[in-house]
């Protein structure tokens, strides 16, 4: 999964590009819900609200750490919830 980290300037260009709803805006900065990240992967060769940030602040979160094949796992069981 990733982070936004404290450089984020709230600009909102994100949130509507994640296919997978994981944005969300937080008290001080937009967050990133890890459970619901897959770094794009099913959806997207890149991660799109990397590609969309203006300020480069979103990194991979170190608490979650995930191979392609994790991350693909959790884009199986996300579609299966919905
Ligand atoms: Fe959403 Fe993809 Fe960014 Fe994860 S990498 S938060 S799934 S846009
Ligand atoms: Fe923050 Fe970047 Fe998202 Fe803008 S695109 S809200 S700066 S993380």
Do not use: M, R, W
């Not at 997978?20 to 959806?43: K, L, Q």
């Not at 602040?57 to 170190?62: A, E, G, L, S, V």
């Amino acid at each position: 999964a990733l982070l936004i980290t404290d450089e984020c300037i709230n600009c909102d260009v994100c949130e509507p590009e994640c296919p997978n709803g994981a944005i969300s805006e937080g008290d001080e900065i937009y967050v990133i819900n890890p459970n619901a990240c897959t770094e794009c992967v099913g959806h997207y060769d890149t991660p799109q609200c990397i590609d969309v940030c203006p300020v480069d602040c979103i990194i991979t979160n170190p608490s979650f750490i995930e191979t392609k094949d994790d991350l693909y796992l959790k884009y199986q069981q996300l579609i299966k919830q919905t």
